[in-house]
């Protein structure tokens, strides 16, 4: 059985993983970030790297392939997918996707 797509966007760093997602709208909101979540973002700025080491896979709504959060999944070495529009709503805490960051595709898990 196929995974059902939820939402496409830019890939930006490749790579396939699976994880729960983790949803921060402020900066103060990353302590919730466990390692290996799925860390999903409006934006993000260097102050967001503390979260972002701890992720899985990184999705943003906003940005594009020279973007921030593009730049510090490479660096990890984690797949991740900007400009994925109203992904912060569209997604909830604790749910399980799959994220392809090769093909810009999230995925049901």
């Known amino acids: 059985m196929k995974d059902k797509v939820i939402a496409k966007g830019r890939p930006a760093s490749p790579g396939t993983t699976a994880g ?3 949803v921060v709208l402020k900066v103060e909101e990353l302590s ?3 390692l290996g979540d799925i860390l999903v973002v409006k934006y993000s700025n260097p102050a967001w ?3 972002m080491v701890k992720a899985a ?3 943003s709504e906003t940005g ?3 973007s921030h ?3 510090v999944a490479r660096e990890m070495g984690i797949p991740c ?4 529009e109203d992904i912060t709503t569209k997604l909830k805490d604790g749910q399980r996707i799959k994220v392809d960051g090769s093909e810009g595709v999230i995925y049901e898990h």
Do not use: F
């Not at 997918?81 to 994925?84: L, S």
């Open 69 to 71: 959060a593009a730049v």
């Open 32 to 34: 919730k970030v466990e």
């Open 49 to 51: 790297t503390v979260g």
């Open 81 to 84: 997918i900007v400009a994925v």
């Open 20 to 22: 729960t997602v983790k």
């Open 64 to 66: 594009g392939v020279i």
């Open 57 to 59: 896979a990184l999705v």
